[in-house]
């Protein structure tokens, strides 16, 4: 691995990687790739311990491992006054916001719950974009005064980069590494991470000086959550967490994929794919449903994947596992990195393997059920039929999927008719024959729906991202 100093007269972008998600759509999609042939060369500052990068073969890269970011009581109450202000501004108009604004609601009596309390007081009033301002300015002030600060200052000095692309917008450590930046007189720029983070999140790390978004409809999300970037350069490059399904390294053959899931050729096959416990709780009761149809032959014979969170390591499944011995389980192979981490799920980090067992699922299985997550994209690309089961409402006892369906990014998917919302064991099952004997009966919204949200085509997206970068 060369070092920094060998890059001589070479373009150098720095690529901060801050999670195993982020790992896996610039690492391991054709993003490396894209960035030499623009003559570019790439330095990791990287959230994952540099050993993660030991799982792929490439010479072309400099990893910098970040030390940990421990936050001081002073950084996190400005961060938090931040954020809560943020959401106290949207939350008349976005259910997704004022339901994660709950979420941050005191539950105890500790001094830690008490601050939050009086966050929560001064923000109700004091919330528009100059007070958001003037807590941001407050909490990087005295982020400057973290050890961590001077020491990714000088890693950035080090290095010599004039781009630092940030492959996320959220993670509080984010915001010294921007300030280090701006010090340096590196230009920044941030790509938004997920079609779900403008509309139901809280405050971004930094005021990042650019912007690279999936599509025009998240574009005009952005600048109407956060006004100034109306001043700032926005460019619409689509999204690498998806490319990897039109990259050959990844195809496996149809022959390959029922021989390694032990499929049975002659029937159809389903997936349900799992959320993770924290907004997922009903899966085992979806499965369970799903399961018990095909028994009674409620459902024809078919095969049934369930493919499980990468987040998680399945063991919420282990009973229906036994009690079902028929379904075929698909355990994400991704790595922990690194333990005692305060946020671990973010250490797991994906083997070039689960990018092709997720892309085989995606084209060879007939149809994909899911509690309203990303993977209804994933399948759609795939012109696979989508149903999402949400049993759960304030009202029937069972945990409350049902709130999901009025998250902004979701309402829209829910409204384009381009997926089964079903509320009942028995719309589940009728849904379930229906569009395993009618696969292509939503094709058309489907297609317009990713149109919407992904906003430029699969193939190529590295090479935009790469182009965008260059011209910063």
């Given amino acids: 691995m060369p070092s920094i100093s060998s890059y001589n007269s070479l373009e150098v972008i720095g690529l901060v990687i801050v999670d195993g998600v982020g790992f896996k759509n610039f690492i391991l999609s054709d993003f490396l790739h894209q960035a030499k042939t623009l003559n570019q060369k790439v330095i990791v500052f990287s959230g994952l311990p540099a050993t993660a990068y030991d799982l792929i073969e490439n010479d072309e890269i400099e990893i910098v491992e970040l030390e940990v970011f421990v936050e ?31 979420k941050n609601k005191p539950s105890d009596t500790s001094r830690r719950a008490k601050l939050i309390s009086l966050i929560f007081k ?6 528009s974009e100059k007070w958001i301002y003037n807590y941001n300015k407050k ?18 000095s080090d290095s010599k980069i004039k781009t630092l692309f940030f492959t996320h917008q959220r993670p509080p450590y984010l915001g010294i590494l921007n300030e280090a930046a701006k010090d340096l007189g590196i230009t920044t720029s941030s790509f938004i991470f997920s079609w779900d983070n403008l509309p139901s999140k809280g405050r971004m790390a930094a005021p990042f000086d650019s912007f690279l978004v999936w599509s025009e409809l998240m574009k005009k999300e952005l600048e109407y959550f956060y006004p100034d970037t109306k001043n700032k350069l926005i ?43 924290s907004t997922s709780k009903s899966d085992s009761l979806y499965i369970e449903t799903i399961a018990e149809a095909i028994l009674e032959k409620k459902i024809p014979m078919v095969n049934l994947i369930v493919r499980t969170s990468p987040a998680e390591d399945g063991s919420r499944f282990k009973a229906i596992k036994e009690r079902f011995p028929f379904i075929i389980w698909n355990f994400p192979k991704w790595k922990i990195t690194r333990q005692n981490h305060p946020e671990p799920w973010s250490q797991r980090v994906p083997f070039k393997e689960d990018i092709e067992d997720l892309r085989s699922l995606l084209e060879y299985c007939d149809l994909n059920i899911n509690m ?14 989508v149903i999402n ?6 009202k029937n006892g069972l945990y409350n999927d049902q709130k999901y369906l009025k998250y902004a990014h979701y309402e829209r998917v829910v409204q384009s008719g381009s997926v089964a919302i079903v509320k009942n064991k028995r719309e589940l099952i009728e849904s379930v024959n229906f569009s395993l004997d009618n696969p292509q009966a939503r094709l058309a919204e489907q297609r317009d729906l990713l149109k919407l949200q992904i906003g430029k085509p699969l193939k190529n997206t590295s090479l935009r991202i790469a182009h965008a970068l260059k011209d910063l």
């Fill in 72 to 102: 001081s009581g002073e950084t996190w109450f400005w961060r938090k006054m931040k954020e809560v202000a943020h959401m106290q501004q949207h939350k008349k108009d976005f259910f997704g916001i004022a339901a994660n604004l709950e």
């Fill in 122 to 127: 001064i923000t109700s009033v004091f919330n």
């Fill in 139 to 156: 909490q990087l002030k005295s982020a400057r005064k973290n050890p961590a600060f001077s020491k990714y200052h000088k890693l950035l």
């Fill in 235 to 277: 460019k619409v490059v689509g999204t690498p967490q998806f490319e990897p399904y039109v990259m050959k390294e990844y195809h496996v053959t149809q022959k390959d994929f029922l021989e390694k899931f032990k499929i049975k050729p002659n029937r159809k096959t389903i997936c349900y794919s799992c959320g993770d416990v």
């Fill in 372 to 385: 309203c997550s990303t993977m209804s994209l994933d399948f759609m690309i795939f012109d696979k039929p």
């Fill in 389 to 394: 089961p949400v049993f759960g409402n304030e």
